[in-house]
């Protein structure tokens, strides 16, 4: 099956200095590009506490490549992958910054922080207008159990007006559990799967 590029939208990774980004987030993202399977439109928006400016976050995020990805780093690639690449520091505790820097109506946010954020981080991008034409994907643990789980899709779904497609603890759910998945297969379906649908939230685990 031959897969096509997703539509024009910004990709923004909330935790963009953490450890999931290093490691698994910007080398799948670097990974889709070379294989033309990014959207063709569209900024990679890192939003973290850490006081970074474009430059020493795409710094960082070379050094990722170079350690983490299955392609290696091609400097060719690598020049035109880095001009999409921004940072925003949320020192300020603000999102305003992170919608000005958003240059498509759409957009896929990667929640790569703790979950005892996700609720305050979604009502946040709600007050500043951030909830049309997202799609959110979380990490695991999505809650303590299933009472916080489904409490905390309540949140997200009030909040946002999000599809769930798959939820931690709830095997009956709509959707398939993504056990193992694979961070860039998740990617390019959530890129693509903005293309048919408003919002939507996707809960994956990274199992063995």
Not at 59 to 86: H, I, N, P, Y
Not at 103 to 109: F, H, I, K, S
Not at 136 to 153: A, H, M, N, Q, T
């Amino acid at each position: 099956m031959s897969l096509k590029r997703p539509e024009d939208q910004d990709i923004v990774i909330v935790g963009a200095t953490g450890d999931l980004a290093r490691r698994k987030l910007l080398p799948a993202l670097y990974n889709l590009f070379v294989a033309d399977l990014l959207p063709a439109q569209g900024r990679i928006i890192g939003y973290a506490r850490t006081d970074w400016s474009d430059d020493q976050f795409r710094e960082a995020a070379a050094a990722a490549v170079k350690e983490f990805s299955r392609t290696g780093l091609d400097a060719k690639a690598w020049s035109a992958f880095a001009q999409r690449l921004t940072y925003v520091s949320a020192g300020a505790g603000d999102l305003a910054e992170l919608k000005r820097r958003c240059t498509e109506p759409a957009r896929l946010v990667y929640l790569a922080v703790a979950p005892s954020v996700f609720a305050s981080t979604a009502h946040a991008m709600s007050e500043r207008g951030m909830v049309h034409g997202t799609r959110l994907i979380v990490e695991k643990p999505f809650g303590r159990d299933l009472d916080s789980s489904r409490e905390l899709e309540r949140t997200l779904h009030d909040v946002m007006r999000l599809v769930t497609l798959d939820v931690r603890h709830e095997a009956d759910a709509a959707g398939v559990v993504l056990v193992g998945a694979v961070i860039q297969t998740v990617f390019l379906q959530m890129l693509d799967f903005g293309s048919r649908r408003h919002g939507a939230l996707l809960n994956i685990s990274q199992g063995s």
